[in-house]
């Protein structure tokens, strides 16, 4: 694997570690935490989905890629 390929990996994950992190805190999100949110979780999806591809899409990825927790979140708060 070259370099920049690791390096993509390597930013993928830990943007899918800051995502997870996120969603498991224990604080309720405000408005501005939720958008904030879901911008992390957009970056890490297109760039999940430039690396792999729709088929490696797994349904609890769509969840957060496709934005219904985001709705959830803004619809019902945490």
């Known amino acids: 694997m070259d370099n920049e390929r690791l390096r993509q990996w390597q930013d993928m994950l830990a ?17 501005e935490e939720i958008e904030g949110f879901q911008d992390l979780i957009d970056e890490w999806f297109f760039q999940y989905v430039e690396m792999l591809g729709l088929p490696g899409v797994m349904n609890y990825m769509h969840l957060l890629g496709v934005g219904h927790l985001y709705h959830y979140l803004k619809t019902w708060g945490t």
């Open 15 to 31: 943007k899918y570690l800051h995502v997870s992190w996120l969603a498991f805190q224990h604080e309720d999100f405000g408005d």
